[in-house]
């Protein structure tokens, strides 16, 4: 099977469109924009934010799955076991993790029920069990579930543009993280690393309560770390 040039663009073109509009409505200055010039939108940004994420990636996920190009490689064997094994933890772990989070406030339900306006959010730093070994947590476990694929040509364009936008998009929510927590985050983001955790860089627990009782959040919002 050969593959489909123009198909393969038409899908990184849908990728790229979906995470650029993705990043210009998760942006301080847009938030900063409806805040001032429409604050009755607010206490339904974030809600309809992440109802609209969910409705355009219904695109270029049927452009992923719609059309499969050639394979390049299949789990087989023992290789199957083990790529589908790691998948599974993946999935565990990211359970697990959802413990930590307030996912009434994580899908907006909360800024919703309780009319809230404002762009800044109040919440201390927040470092769970796993953001001691990884500062992304989220981003890493989906990277592994993502990689452990049976991989074709467009499941390997769909995994490369998702990683790209994890990196990238990390930079960009850190840049918020540091002017919201400062010097705590700058420590935590000194001592542990970003995606990929490294056995010699992680956070003890008692520096972990040490930089989460810092201080609140004072001029930025997404005091949790996805």
Request: hydrophobic residues 50%.
């Amino acid at each position: 099977m050969e593959i489909d040039v123009q198909y393969t663009l038409a899908l990184a073109a849908a990728w790229t469109a979906y995470f650029a509009l993705h990043s210009a409505l998760a942006s301080l200055r847009l938030k900063r924009l409806v805040a001032a010039h429409a604050p009755r939108l607010m206490p339904a940004y974030r809600l309809t934010f992440n109802v609209a994420a969910l409705v355009l990636l219904i695109l270029p996920l049927v452009l992923t799955f719609a059309n499969r190009g050639p394979w390049l490689w299949q789990w087989q064997g023992i290789g199957w076991w083990v790529a589908n094994g790691v998948a599974l933890l993946a999935v565990a772990g990211f359970l697990w993790t959802l413990r930590d989070y307030d996912m009434n406030e994580f899908w907006g339900l909360r800024q919703w029920r309780g009319r809230v306006q404002t762009v800044e959010d109040q919440e201390q730093l927040h470092i769970s069990p796993l953001h001691r070994y990884v500062r992304h947590p989220w981003y890493s476990l989906a990277l592994v579930i993502l990689w452990t694929r049976d991989m074709d040509t467009n499941l390997l364009v769909t995994a490369t543009a998702i990683t790209l936008y994890f990196v990238i998009g990390s930079r960009l929510e850190e840049r918020k993280l540091l002017a919201c927590h400062g010097e705590a985050y700058r420590e935590y983001h000194a001592r542990v690393p970003g995606l990929v955790p490294r056995p010699w860089r992680y956070l003890d627990a008692d520096s972990a309560r040490r930089l989460a009782t810092t201080g609140p959040a004072s001029q930025q919002d997404g005091a949790r770390i996805p």
